[in-house]
């Protein structure tokens, strides 16, 4: 009997533990799930990035947003940052350096910060605090007016 009652202890004990450390998982943090690659169509179709042709730089095939654990939200086209596949393509086109300054300067850096479920970016200076939910691999922005969704890319 004293066996049987060892081991009921110990698988009780061992069901506890697991129970307990399943409960310390919870839900993942924002802050940590943001960071990665993910789809943003309406987003980047806003940046206007199919009328670069006009300045003698291809559109990008593919592109993206890239948040980073550095805060920065970075548009990626191709693989590359935004602003050095534009420089790359501008330049192989043979602007020279104060055209492809001019056109870069035209094009904003985003920097993000989570504070307590919320995604505030900032782009030129202004920053715009947005709800955050997730949904899997989705996650939706609103300001309460506009809302962007993006899906994590795989």
């Known amino acids: 009997m004293t066996k049987n009652r060892k081991l009921a202890t110990l698988l009780f004990l061992l069901l ?4 307990v450390l399943s409960g310390c998982a919870g839900k993942p943090k924002l802050e940590d799930t943001i960071i990665g690659n993910w789809e943003a169509k309406a987003f980047t179709d806003n940046l206007g990035l199919d009328s670069l042709e006009g300045s003698g730089v291809p559109a ?6 890239q948040f980073t654990k ?3 939200m970075q548009i990626m086209a191709d693989g590359k940052p935004l602003l050095d596949f534009m420089k790359e393509a501008l330049e192989k086109n043979g602007a020279d350096e104060e055209t492809v300054k001019g056109l870069l300067g035209l094009f904003p850096t985003f920097n993000y910060k989570v504070e307590n479920g ?10 715009q605090s947005m709800d ?6 989705k996650m939706t922005l609103s300001d309460g007016k506009n809302s962007m969704e993006f899906t994590k890319r795989k």
């Open 60 to 65: 990008p095939k593919e592109t993206w947003v």
């Open 16 to 19: 506890i533990s697991a129970l």
């Open 70 to 72: 550095a805060g920065e």
């Open 118 to 127: 919320k995604v505030i970016l900032t782009a030129f200076g202004d920053s």
């Open 132 to 137: 955050a939910k997730l949904d899997g691999d």
